[in-house]
């Protein structure tokens, strides 16, 4: 599985993005995907994820704000991100893992996408 992020950029405190994630590969509908970030110099942090079942998880810091979905037609998962803050600014990488593991380990995911710069200015 190969897996391409994409949708970061520069936004004002309080505006919104939406990053997109592309996923190679025959069996998508089977991977549980996550959204992770991270700040240079800190360890990378979960964000969001939407099981293969389709339960949704959200790190508190981001509820209410942030929306993931998926199309698994387009072989897709979106991160929609609102009222975003500066402490919001990160890369943001997609991942996947088969089935359902530890959600919000990183450790428990296999695959990775190259990640995207997303920076809120204040």
């Known amino acids: 599985v190969q897996l391409q992020a994409s949708g970061g950029g520069l936004v004002q405190a309080g505006g919104s993005l939406r990053l997109s994630c592309a996923a190679s590969?025959?069996?998508?509908?089977?991977?549980?995907m996550g959204w992770f970030c991270q700040v240079p110099g800190k360890e990378r942090a979960f964000v969001s994820a939407?099981?293969?079942?389709?339960?949704?998880y959200y790190a508190d810091s981001v509820k209410g704000r942030f929306t993931i979905s998926r199309d698994n037609s387009k072989k897709m998962v979106y991160l929609e991100m609102n009222s975003l803050k500066p402490e919001d600014t990160a890369v943001y990488y997609c991942?996947?893992?088969?089935?359902?593991?530890?959600?919000?380990?990183?450790?428990?995911?296999?695959?990775w996408g190259q990640g995207t710069l997303v920076t809120v200015s204040s």
């Open positions: 991942a996947a893992q088969r089935g359902v593991q530890d959600i919000r380990n990183e450790d428990d995911y296999s695959y």
């Open positions: 590969g025959r069996t998508f509908g089977g991977l549980s």
């Open positions: 939407q099981t293969w079942r389709g339960n949704l």
